[in-house]
């Protein structure tokens, strides 16, 4: 399964939410099922940007988001976040 989040920040914050955004990532490399994930920045809208994640299934994804390491990191993300479905299933 793939987890994609999107998010609108501002360039002047740009730095700092890439700094978060990669704790968030490093704490959820350690959880079961965590296949891989990445950063990505639109080249045509600096301001957005993708975090992509890859599961062995839901399962794994959604007690991934509730441990509380992964909590708090996600936590100073989430006043950026686009509010839309993020989860898909290969096909």
Same mark, same amino acid.
């Given at each position: 399964? $793939? ?6 920040? %501002?360039? +002047? #914050?740009? #730095?700092?939410?890439? @700094? ?8 959820? +490399?350690?959880? %079961? @099922?965590?296949? *891989? *994930? ?10 957005? !940007? =993708?975090? $992509?994640? +890859? !599961? ?12 509380? #390491? ?5 936590? %100073? =993300?989430?006043?950026?976040? $686009?509010? #839309? %479905? @993020?989860?898909? +299933?290969?096909?």
């Amino acid at each position: 399964m $793939i987890a994609v989040t999107r998010f609108t920040v %501002p360039a +002047e #914050e740009a #730095e700092s939410f890439t @700094g978060q955004a990669r704790s968030v990532l490093t704490a959820l +490399e350690t959880m %079961p @099922g965590h296949d *891989g *994930g990445r950063l990505a920045r639109a080249m045509d809208d600096q301001d957005l !940007w =993708l975090m $992509i994640t +890859e !599961w062995e299934g839901a399962g794994f994804y959604r007690r991934a988001l509730s441990n509380f #390491e992964v909590r708090m990191a996600i936590l %100073p =993300l989430m006043t950026y976040m $686009i509010n #839309e %479905p @993020g989860a898909y +299933e290969p096909v």
